[in-house]
């Protein structure tokens, strides 16, 4: 294995021990619903040659976890899936995975809509093991022409686990790429979306969501590049801090010159549940377009002092006040889960911790 | 001589024919009504009158005081004695009141107005329209209600006294209130020189308001223009009876 | 595509008007411990401010150039300048002061605005103070307000407890420099309970060539007593790089209200490394007015550190980028206590290729409980070859706080220009008063003859550019 030169970063300490060897003992468990979809494992794909080699976008992201976890990703997977959809049927062609991380996993997907086609994807990260674990790895999204592309990536694993993960996405004429990224486990997360809105009329979300408490650490960067006219983004994150938890957001919006009448909105809240806890965010806009349209806000703050007093009113105890509004706040993010059981168990996940 | 007449006018905004073939004359001391459903082309026509840059004229001509008004820019029809009260007032922050219609006035009278005279003249005004005189420090449209924006449209009107304004929808979001004193301002401000042309889709106005014609605009054409008994008729039928009368003209 | 005209430069009128270079003392170019020692001597200072410079120059030396920001590849420290003594004492009557001098400062409007609306006034002419005045009655009320160099020599015991304690000689490589080769500058001292009613005025004109200006400002505002500040700065255009390393340190003390207005207008071929800080104790308040227009190059972040409890900071900023300048500018407040609330309020505007960086930080520090502060940047492009950014930090620990933060990035909307267009005003009117609209709330902020000025500046910017 390639030694890698240890990471440095500015607002979030980097564990030590990274890029170990690669062992994994999990098997992904696949579920495919629909038609018109291939799945294959990336390796074979790769060997294949089928995977898109002109890959631009691990050249211009902007903020992701840096060359070495990207060389390393790229040089010791074990795992991942190339799922490529045909299908124009947006409802049934969903590919879950449920990825049980044990040991060092070291992934890589592609996940690849053709013209007009639609993909639904859900990767769900769970602990199977007692041994701290590390999950490493990218996912590339490719939305070609009038494709739609939506990705659900949900994160519970125990906290002595650490989740490292990037993505990469291009969306071109017409496509659309949404992502929900919901993290409520591991001690330690790093994750880069970063999605570029290459063609006309092309459009990409981001839909975040997190909890933190018990000293988890947290550094989540989302970022997206206009570069076709008429292209429309949305970062959304909300989140929750409890603990001693801290966290990092970085949100870019990039307006390139040519992404004329194009519009980017950013907004961020954040829910801050104690005393110890340590919230950091980085919001940009870095526009050399004028005609554009690029928004932020952030509100950081604790939770609502006049709901928490109008729910007492109603017989509430402040715990329990507290949970429903901050639940209140989640409600929309986890809307966009379409599959039932997984957010059902989401909801109740998060019920669990915020009585903790 | 006519204050406009518009010769089969046809527009498109985004590649979407919208005007299809438009025909109208307003003479002086005249005021028409423009009644239509939702997306019939009423606030289109008003716009493309006044040169809204989203819009193209494909064929037909206007002319507005004897000359060709689609050669003018927006700001040359203003001063030609054009205005258009606007469905949607843009917000302009950090602009006053009355550091615009100071501003409007000037340009459009080609002079200074005397400021005593001027001052005299809006504070009238704004006691007709029932407005309260802060409102002339406060920003343009900025946080107004839409009840103020519409009466500051219609100060602007009675400020600047055009030749032919055209009042988009100026009653929609207004209360019963703000209605009558809109219209009746708006009727003392009609005068045997000047013309009115007032857009809406229901008639409700009509009882403040007295048109000497009424046109009906179907799918970018007018179908039908009588007086005032039009009006009634569009209450007790609605507009599908004026659609399928195009759909008549259409097949013949 | 839109055809548009451009004008090669703006003809910024007065500000350009060079005077004849009639100097009593030019330190040679560069640096080094000679030149340092010689300006030192020149200014016959306490051998202990001689040991500060030099110690900063040391500073200097081993301290990199900022990685972040603008790129100052192109600035040729060594070629500049770094004391230029203009041939004439401080004079306290304008009649004194030499006649080239005095008119530039006649031109820039100085002697009457002193005359009208001013409670004192100090003029600064390259690297030395050449008129300082304050009215009498401030003077019995033990208000003091004068040069640095005076103040050094008379004020010592209240100089040197302050002098460079907020801004220090390690914080950064300019703040290094200008510890080593400072000159010039105003002390302000505001005595417990004494409210300045008018506003008190240092203005600083760079007229040498290829020089550096390194004025430091100090001022203390003492428990419950009030002052208002302005700084305005020009400079004529050269073609050789001029520098300007200033150091502003403010002290707010208990429930003392300082506001600091400040009007830079620099010429196109000045790299403005400015550093600003306050400090304010309990219940004091700090107020930043300040409108960048001018220079090549600006770094500027006036910082606000809100020790005491109850302490709260205010900044309201204009910045107007336009062709070849890169304005990297913002504010930083640190919440230190509790109960301490802040406003940014932050526009920004771009134009002909000019880049305008709004670059902020928030920080709440541990501890620090019922912290509000809201956040607000508004960027204008008006045309797309130019570059607006917006990085706005928030670094926050704690959770009894309430930040609130909006950035708004986009053009002229082309309905607000049509509907005043239909009321008779022209395309052209109708963008300035936009633009004007656009800055609006930082020109009231402004004392009025710098309100004017900026109007001025925002037509002779947009003439020409719409066609």
Same mark, same amino acid.
């Given at each position: 294995?390639?030694?890698?030169?240890?990471?440095?970063?500015?607002?979030?300490?980097?564990?030590?021990?990274?890029?170990?060897?690669?062992?994994?003992?999990?098997?992904?468990?696949?579920?495919?619903?629909?038609?018109?979809?291939?799945?294959?494992?990336?390796?074979?794909?790769?060997?294949?040659?089928?995977?898109?080699?002109?890959?631009?976008?691990?050249?211009?992201?902007?903020?992701?976890?840096?060359?070495?976890?990207?060389?390393?990703?790229?040089?010791?997977?074990?795992?991942?899936?190339?799922?490529?959809?045909?299908?124009?049927?947006?409802?049934?062609?969903?590919?879950?995975?449920?990825?049980?991380?044990?040991?060092?996993?070291?992934?890589?997907?592609?996940?690849?809509?053709?013209?007009?086609?639609?993909?639904?994807?859900?990767?769900?990260?769970?602990?199977?093991?007692?041994?701290?674990?590390?999950?490493?790895?990218?996912?590339?999204?490719?939305?070609?022409?009038?494709?739609?592309?939506?990705?659900?990536?949900?994160?519970?694993?125990?906290?002595?686990?650490?989740?490292?993960?990037?993505?990469?996405?291009?969306?071109?004429?017409?496509?659309?790429?949404?992502?929900?990224?919901?993290?409520?486990?591991?001690?330690?997360?790093?994750?880069?979306?970063?999605?570029?809105?290459?063609?006309?009329?092309?459009?990409?979300?981001?839909?975040?969501?997190?909890?933190?408490?018990?000293?988890?650490?947290?550094?989540?960067?989302?970022?997206? +590049?206009?570069?076709?006219?008429?292209?429309?983004?949305?970062?959304?994150?909300?989140?929750?801090?409890?603990?001693?938890?801290?966290?990092?957001?970085?949100?870019?919006?990039?307006?390139?010159?040519?992404?004329?009448?194009?519009?980017?909105?950013?907004?961020?809240?954040?829910?801050?549940?104690?005393?110890?806890?340590?919230?950091?965010?980085?919001?940009?806009?870095?526009?050399?377009?004028?005609?554009?349209?690029?928004?932020?806000?952030?509100?950081?703050?604790?939770?609502?002092?006049?709901?928490?007093?109008?729910?007492?009113?109603?017989?509430?105890?402040?715990?329990?006040?507290?949970?429903?509004?901050?639940?209140?706040?989640?409600?929309?993010?986890?809307?966009?889960?379409?599959?039932?059981?997984?957010?059902?168990?989401?909801?109740?996940?998060?019920?669990?911790?915020?009585?903790? | 001589?006519?204050?406009?007449?518009?010769?089969?006018?046809?527009?498109?905004?985004?590649?979407?024919?919208?005007? &299809?073939?438009?025909?109208?004359?307003?003479?002086?001391?005249?005021?028409?009504?423009?009644?239509?459903?939702?997306?019939?082309?009423?606030?289109?026509?008003?716009?493309?009158?006044?040169?809204?840059?989203?819009?193209?004229?494909?064929?037909?001509?206007?002319?507005?005081?004897?000359?060709?008004?689609?050669?003018?820019?927006?700001?040359?029809?203003?001063?030609?004695?054009?205005?258009?009260?606007?469905?949607?007032?843009?917000?302009?922050?950090?602009?006053?009141?009355?550091?615009?219609?100071?501003?409007?006035?000037?340009?459009?009278?080609?002079?200074?107005?005397?400021?005593?005279?001027?001052?005299?003249?809006?504070?009238?005004?704004?006691?007709?329209?029932?407005?309260?005189?802060?409102?002339?420090?406060?920003?343009?449209?900025?946080?107004?209600?839409?009840?103020?924006?519409?009466?500051?449209?219609?100060?602007?009107?009675?400020?600047?006294?055009?030749?032919?304004?055209?009042?988009?929808?100026?009653?929609?979001?207004?209360?019963?209130?703000?209605?009558?004193?809109?219209?009746?301002?708006?009727?003392?401000?009609?005068?045997?020189?000047?013309?009115?042309?007032?857009?809406?889709?229901?008639?409700?106005?009509?009882?403040?308001?007295?048109?000497?014609?009424?046109?009906?605009?179907?799918?970018?054409?007018?179908?039908?223009?009588?007086?005032?008994?039009?009006?009634?008729?569009?209450?007790?039928?609605?507009?599908?009876?004026?659609?399928?009368?195009?759909?008549?003209?259409?097949?013949? | 595509?839109?055809?548009?005209?451009?004008?090669?430069?703006?003809?910024?009128?007065?500000?350009?008007?060079?005077?004849?270079?009639?100097?009593?003392?030019?330190?040679?170019?560069?640096?080094?411990?000679?030149?340092?020692?010689?300006?030192?001597?020149?200014?016959?200072?306490?051998?202990?401010?001689?040991?500060?410079?030099?110690?900063?120059?040391?500073?200097?030396?081993?301290?990199?150039?900022?990685?972040?920001?603008?790129?100052?590849?192109?600035?040729?420290?060594?070629?500049?300048?770094?004391?230029?003594?203009?041939?004439?004492?401080?004079?306290?009557?304008?009649?004194?002061?030499?006649?080239?001098?005095?008119?530039?400062?006649?031109?820039?409007?100085?002697?009457?605005?002193?005359?009208?609306?001013?409670?004192?006034?100090?003029?600064?002419?390259?690297?030395?103070?050449?008129?300082?005045?304050?009215?009498?009655?401030?003077?019995?009320?033990?208000?003091?307000?004068?040069?640095?160099?005076?103040?050094?020599?008379?004020?010592?015991?209240?100089?040197?407890?302050?002098?460079?304690?907020?801004?220090?000689?390690?914080?950064?490589?300019?703040?290094?420099?200008?510890?080593?080769?400072?000159?010039?500058?105003?002390?302000?001292?505001?005595?417990?309970?004494?409210?300045?009613?008018?506003?008190?005025?240092?203005?600083?004109?760079?007229?040498?060539?290829?020089?550096?200006?390194?004025?430091?400002?100090?001022?203390?505002?003492?428990?419950?007593?009030?002052?208002?500040?302005?700084?305005?700065?020009?400079?004529?255009?050269?073609?050789?790089?001029?520098?300007?390393?200033?150091?502003?340190?403010?002290?707010?003390?208990?429930?003392?209200?300082?506001?600091?207005?400040?009007?830079?207008?620099?010429? +196109?071929?000045?790299?403005?490394?400015?550093?600003?800080?306050?400090?304010?104790?309990?219940?004091?308040?700090?107020?930043?007015?300040?409108?960048?227009?001018?220079?090549?190059?600006?770094?500027?972040?006036?910082?606000?550190?809100?020790?005491?409890?109850?302490?709260?900071?205010?900044?309201?900023?204009?910045?107007?980028?336009?062709?070849?300048?890169?304005?990297?500018?913002?504010?930083?407040?640190?919440?230190?206590?509790?109960?301490?609330?802040?406003?940014?309020?932050?526009?920004?505007?771009?134009?002909?290729?000019?880049?305008?960086?709004?670059?902020?930080?928030?920080?709440?520090?541990?501890?620090?409980?019922?912290? &509000?502060?809201?956040?607000?940047?508004?960027?204008?492009?008006?045309?797309?070859?130019?570059?607006?950014?917006?990085?706005?930090?928030?670094?926050?620990?704690?959770?009894?706080?309430?930040?609130?933060?909006?950035?708004?990035?986009?053009?002229?909307?082309?309905?607000?220009?049509?509907?005043?267009?239909?009321?008779?005003?022209?395309?052209?009117?109708?963008?300035?008063?936009?633009?004007?609209?656009?800055?609006?709330?930082?020109?009231?902020?402004?004392?009025?003859?710098?309100?004017?000025?900026?109007?001025?500046?925002?037509?002779?910017?947009?003439?020409?550019?719409?066609?």
């Amino acid at each position: 294995m390639n030694i890698k030169e240890h990471p440095k970063w500015k607002r979030i300490t980097l564990p030590d021990n990274l890029f170990p060897e690669s062992v994994s003992k999990g098997n992904i468990r696949v579920n495919i619903k629909g038609e018109g979809i291939e799945t294959r494992p990336y390796s074979e794909a790769f060997s294949e040659g089928i995977i898109p080699q002109d890959f631009m976008l691990e050249q211009t992201s902007v903020k992701d976890l840096g060359e070495a976890f990207k060389g390393y990703v790229n040089s010791n997977y074990n795992k991942g899936f190339y799922v490529r959809s045909e299908s124009a049927n947006t409802i049934t062609s969903t590919v879950r995975l449920d990825v049980p991380i044990q040991g060092t996993q070291v992934e890589n997907h592609i996940l690849v809509a053709e013209e007009g086609a639609s993909l639904n994807v859900i990767l769900n990260y769970i602990s199977e093991s007692n041994l701290p674990s590390m999950h490493y790895g990218i996912t590339r999204l490719i939305a070609k022409r009038g494709s739609r592309i939506k990705l659900i990536k949900v994160q519970q694993l125990k906290p002595s686990d650490q989740f490292f993960d990037q993505n990469f996405s291009i969306v071109e004429d017409g496509g659309s790429v949404e992502v929900v990224d919901v993290q409520l486990g591991s001690g330690f997360s790093a994750l880069s979306h970063d999605s570029v809105l290459a063609g006309r009329n092309s459009r990409s979300s981001i839909k975040s969501l997190y909890y933190g408490d018990h000293g988890s650490l947290m550094d989540l960067s989302y970022t997206m +590049r206009h570069r076709g006219a008429h292209s429309e983004s949305v970062i959304l994150s909300k989140g929750a801090l409890d603990g001693d938890a801290k966290k990092v957001f970085r949100g870019n919006l990039i307006f390139e010159t040519g992404s004329q009448k194009s519009v980017g909105r950013e907004k961020e809240v954040v829910v801050l549940l104690s005393e110890n806890v340590k919230t950091d965010s980085i919001p940009a806009l870095l526009c050399s377009e004028d005609d554009v349209i690029g928004e932020h806000a952030a509100s950081i703050g604790q939770v609502d002092q006049e709901k928490l007093f109008y729910l007492m009113s109603r017989g509430l105890s402040a715990t329990e006040a507290k949970k429903l509004v901050v639940k209140a706040a989640f409600d929309e993010i986890l809307l966009e889960i379409d599959d039932v059981n997984l957010r059902t168990q989401l909801m109740d996940a998060l019920d669990g911790r915020l009585t903790q | 001589m006519s204050i406009l007449k518009v010769n089969a006018l046809r527009s498109t905004a985004d590649g979407q024919e919208i005007l &299809k073939g438009i025909d109208l004359e307003i003479n002086p001391g005249e005021i028409h009504v423009i009644m239509g459903p939702n997306g019939a082309g009423k606030s289109t026509l008003a716009n493309v009158l006044m040169g809204h840059p989203a819009h193209e004229v494909v064929s037909g001509e206007a002319i507005f005081g004897g000359k060709v008004l689609f050669d003018m820019k927006v700001d040359e029809r203003a001063k030609a004695g054009l205005f258009l009260s606007f469905q949607y007032p843009q917000e302009v922050p950090g602009v006053t009141v009355d550091n615009f219609l100071r501003t409007s006035k000037k340009e459009i009278s080609g002079i200074m107005p005397m400021l005593g005279a001027f001052k005299k003249d809006v504070k009238q005004h704004m006691e007709m329209l029932d407005m309260d005189q802060k409102y002339l420090e406060r920003y343009l449209n900025l946080g107004f209600s839409g009840g103020e924006k519409k009466k500051n449209e219609i100060l602007q009107m009675a400020v600047l006294s055009p030749k032919l304004a055209i009042l988009d929808e100026t009653d929609s979001g207004l209360d019963v209130d703000a209605i009558r004193v809109v219209y009746e301002t708006v009727q003392k401000l009609a005068t045997k020189d000047n013309a009115i042309l007032v857009i809406t889709h229901y008639n409700k106005i009509l009882n403040y308001i007295k048109p000497d014609f009424v046109h009906i605009l179907v799918d970018g054409k007018i179908v039908k223009s009588g007086d005032l008994s039009l009006a009634t008729e569009v209450e007790e039928k609605g507009y599908e009876a004026f659609k399928k009368s195009t759909d008549v003209n259409g097949a013949a | 595509m839109e055809k548009k005209t451009y004008v090669a430069d703006v003809d910024r009128g007065v500000y350009d008007i060079i005077n004849t270079e009639d100097h009593r003392f030019v330190s040679d170019k560069g640096l080094t411990e000679d030149i340092i020692r010689e300006i030192s001597r020149e200014k016959k200072e306490p051998e202990w401010m001689m040991n500060f410079r030099l110690e900063s120059l040391e500073i200097y030396k081993k301290k990199p150039l900022p990685t972040w920001g603008a790129d100052l590849s192109e600035l040729d420290v060594e070629n500049i300048v770094h004391y230029v003594r203009p041939n004439t004492d401080m004079q306290t009557s304008w009649d004194d002061v030499p006649e080239d001098i005095k008119n530039t400062f006649e031109r820039l409007g100085i002697p009457e605005a002193e005359r009208k609306s001013l409670a004192g006034v100090g003029a600064q002419y390259d690297s030395e103070v050449v008129y300082h005045s304050i009215r009498k009655e401030l003077v019995d009320l033990g208000v003091i307000y004068t040069d640095m160099d005076t103040a050094i020599k008379e004020y010592e015991h209240l100089i040197k407890p302050y002098f460079m304690k907020l801004i220090t000689n390690r914080d950064h490589k300019f703040s290094a420099l200008h510890g080593a080769v400072w000159s010039g500058g105003s002390f302000v001292y505001v005595p417990e309970g004494v409210e300045v009613e008018f506003p008190l005025q240092s203005y600083f004109r760079l007229n040498a060539k290829g020089a550096g200006q390194f004025e430091h400002t100090l001022i203390i505002v003492e428990k419950n007593a009030k002052l208002h500040f302005i700084e305005g700065c020009s400079a004529p255009k050269y073609s050789v790089q001029n520098l300007h390393a200033g150091a502003v340190e403010l002290f707010v003390k208990e429930g003392a209200t300082l506001r600091y207005s400040t009007i830079e207008n620099w010429s +196109r071929n000045m790299y403005n490394l400015n550093t600003k800080r306050s400090v304010v104790e309990k219940n004091g308040k700090i107020e930043w007015v300040s409108g960048s227009f001018g220079s090549k190059v600006s770094m500027l972040y006036p910082m606000s550190i809100l020790k005491g409890e109850g302490a709260s900071s205010e900044f309201t900023g204009i910045t107007f980028a336009s062709k070849g300048q890169y304005l990297d500018t913002g504010t930083k407040v640190v919440h230190a206590a509790s109960n301490t609330s802040s406003v940014i309020n932050s526009k920004s505007i771009s134009k002909d290729g000019g880049h305008a960086f709004y670059r902020g930080l928030l920080k709440v520090a541990k501890g620090a409980k019922n912290v &509000k502060s809201m956040v607000n940047c508004e960027s204008l492009m008006l045309d797309n070859r130019s570059k607006s950014d917006t990085v706005p930090i928030i670094d926050i620990q704690g959770d009894l706080v309430d930040i609130g933060h909006e950035a708004k990035i986009g053009r002229i909307s082309d309905e607000t220009i049509f509907y005043l267009m239909s009321r008779g005003i022209s395309e052209a009117e109708a963008k300035a008063m936009i633009v004007r609209g656009f800055v609006e709330p930082i020109t009231k902020e402004l004392p009025l003859e710098y309100a004017v000025e900026l109007n001025q500046l925002i037509n002779l910017e947009l003439e020409g550019t719409i066609g």
